[in-house]
């Protein structure tokens, strides 16, 4: 059974610096692609990039570009995402998913989620 | 960046009804458009890929139809655990993937 299970929820201060992890099980972790999502609370679902485990080759949004740094370490199955100073805005809930490439494209499984809360 | 457009943003229906969602991409992306519910408090779950392929343990009531810029998603008779939020999804340009802004199904 495939598998991303996330690393547990974070309370920060602005300023902090964060890594959170996505372990993969189920799977050969290195070939496939895995993505990081955004959720605000109360808000929609916004892809923040990805990373291929493989060759760690990684992808970002433009519109989070330079504000995280996403990883992977194959030998552990293990995507990361990080921050290295964090603001109240980056409040969030954020998942990781698996992303399948055939003649198109999907994220077919998901982590759980990783409240990231940010507050002085 | 390639923007997705789904109506109505928010919807009520009754249970058995026959509801249709609808996406539009902001320029041609072919079938690479997905379907995903999210339900409060999880993760979200894919249900349709490729516009129109029905994921593995899906019910049969969820289909999706459409390519270009145009994309449906109907439930054929919405059950009491339809009630969720839907987004669609389009990777067509994988490198830029953007989610519409979702559809909040709500019990009338």
């Known amino acids: 059974e495939v598998q991303l299970v996330q690393s547990g929820a974070e309370v920060k201060k602005p300023g902090e610096s964060l890594k959170i992890s996505c372990k993969g099980s189920?799977?050969?972790?290195?070939?496939?692609?895995v993505g990081w999502v955004r959720q605000m609370p109360g808000k929609g679902l916004e892809w923040m990039g990805i990373v291929y485990p493989g060759d760690s080759d990684t992808r970002y949004s433009p519109s989070f570009q330079g504000q995280v740094t996403i990883s992977a370490d194959k030998f552990i199955s293990t995507a990361y995402l990080q921050w290295t100073s964090l603001k109240a805005s980056d409040t969030a809930m954020y998942y990781c998913?698996?992303?399948?490439?055939?003649?198109?494209?999907?994220?077919?499984?998901w982590g759980q989620g990783t409240l990231v809360t940010v507050s002085s | 960046d390639i923007q997705m457009t789904q109506s109505p943003s928010s919807l009520s229906a009754s249970v058995g009804d026959r509801v249709t969602i609808t996406c539009r991409a902001s320029?041609?992306?072919?079938?690479?458009l997905n379907w995903y519910q999210q339900k409060p408090g999880k993760a979200p779950n894919l249900l349709i890929y490729?516009?129109?392929s029905l994921q593995n343990g899906v019910p049969l009531r969820f289909s999706g139809s459409g390519s270009g810029t145009d994309f449906t998603l109907t439930i054929s008779s919405l059950q009491p655990e339809d009630f969720a939020t839907y987004y669609c999804q389009q990777t067509y340009s994988i490198f830029g993937i953007t989610f519409g802004q979702g559809t909040r199904l709500e019990i009338k």
């Open positions: 189920g799977y050969s972790f290195s070939t496939f692609w």
């Open positions: 490729g516009a129109s």
């Open positions: 320029q041609s992306i072919s079938t690479y």
């Open positions: 998913a698996r992303q399948v490439v055939r003649n198109t494209n999907w994220f077919d499984s």
